[in-house]
């Protein structure tokens, strides 16, 4: 059964910077896109960041230039680097995993972002 082990999140002042981890097992990691979703209380699961297989990554326009999606193939990690992190960025972030029509979630962590 494919697993993730999500860490990171937490409560940060606004202009502070977090980074999010998210560890894979029983996928072939490298093989797969991954993202990293978001949702607000009483609002849908956004997309926040994606990096493909190959590199290439995506950004939701609220979040280019202060957040960064990077992924380690040989740990089976994707990290969400977050600086300049606003209140609105308050949320439970998930990390996805995805390959065709196959889709994995993380359980999701809590970041707070308030003073």
């Known amino acids: 059964q494919v697993q993730f082990v999500e860490s990171g999140g937490g409560l940060v002042q606004p202009g502070g910077s977090l980074r999010l981890s998210c560890a894979a097992s029983r996928i072939s990691f490298s093989l797969y896109d991954m993202a990293w979703y978001r949702q607000a209380p009483g609002k849908s699961r956004d997309l926040v960041a994606g990096i493909s297989s190959g590199g290439s990554t995506r950004y939701t326009d609220s979040v280019k230039g202060r957040f960064t999606i990077s992924r380690d193939n040989a740990k089976n990690t994707v990290y969400l680097h977050m600086d300049s992190l606003k209140p609105e960025d308050t949320a439970v972030y998930y990390c996805?995993?995805?390959?065709?029509?196959?889709?994995?979630w993380g359980q999701g962590t809590q970041v707070t972002v308030s003073s």
């Open positions: 996805n995993a995805r390959l065709s029509l196959t889709s994995y």
